[in-house]
């Protein structure tokens, strides 16, 4: 039922600021912000059982759990340039929010590369 509490938060939140936006720019934006990260923190369980059954599969596959924390930490990096980008979005700051886009990818391309170089490795010893 955490959907319905969090489309009706989202809703209640809209619509006041629509009203506020009007009159106040500033603190819509600040609402709509504080929603976004409430919203994520109800998330939180959520994304912490995701994480507990890819690590116990992660150990029951016999996967190094360095590469398994590494392909988490970039979903969380994903995910969280995503929020930061659509606050700035909500905020009328594109530009800003490409840039947080961007850096994101940066980030995540470093992280994957151990990763990739031990698949490459991988198939080259695979490979006579």
Do not use: H, W
């Amino acid at each position: 039922m955490d959907i319905l509490q969090i489309v009706g938060l989202g809703l209640v939140v809209c619509i006041l600021a629509i009203i506020l936006r009007q009159q106040k720019p500033p603190m819509a934006t600040l609402l709509t912000m504080t929603a976004g990260v409430i919203i994520f923190f109800i998330m939180m369980p959520q994304i912490t059982g995701v994480f507990t059954v890819l690590r116990d599969l992660a150990s029951q596959a016999n996967v190094s759990m360095i590469y398994m924390g590494t392909i988490l930490k970039i979903v969380g990096i994903a995910y969280i340039a995503d929020f930061g980008s659509q606050i700035c979005r909500d905020a009328g700051e594109n530009a800003l929010a490409s840039k947080i886009e961007f850096a994101a990818k940066i980030i995540v391309l470093v992280m994957a590369v151990p990763i990739i170089v031990a698949v490459l490795q991988s198939l080259i010893k695979l490979v006579p």
